[in-house]
């Protein structure tokens, strides 16, 4: 079945920076783009980046763009989102999505943004 597991999150400064690790299971991953979503309380969930299968185009949200990077390992069934000049406005759950018959999603990993 497919699994999803999000780690690397934690508390940092502004300004900090941060890598999010996705591993996948359970599927082809080569043959699918992935994306990373975040999450803040009260808020519904949204698009942070997306990343085609082999790796070779990427889009990002207005919100994150210069900021942020999405990449993966297809060898290592992983996908990443390496995170520089972080805002507390980029305090969220992030979590690591995959569409195919349906939408799979990890549990997240909490990035707090904060002094």
């Known amino acids: 079945q497919v699994q999803l597991v999000e780690s690397g999150g934690g508390l940092v400064q502004p300004g900090g920076s941060l890598t999010l690790s996705c591993a996948a299971s359970?599927?082809?991953?080569?043959?699918?783009?992935m994306s990373w979503y975040r999450q803040a309380p009260g808020k519904t969930r949204e698009l942070v980046a997306r990343?085609?299968?082999?790796?070779?185009?990427?889009n990002y949200a207005t919100f994150v763009k210069g900021r942020f990077t999405i990449s993966r390992d297809n060898a290592k069934n992983t996908v990443y989102l390496r995170m520089n000049s972080l805002k507390p406005e980029d305090t969220a759950t992030y979590y690591c999505?995959?569409?195919?018959?349906?939408?799979?999603w990890g549990q997240g990993t909490q990035v707090t943004v904060s002094s």
């Open positions: 990343i085609s299968s082999l790796g070779g185009h990427t």
């Open positions: 999505n995959l569409v195919r018959e349906i939408d799979y």
């Open positions: 359970g599927f082809s991953f080569d043959n699918y783009p």
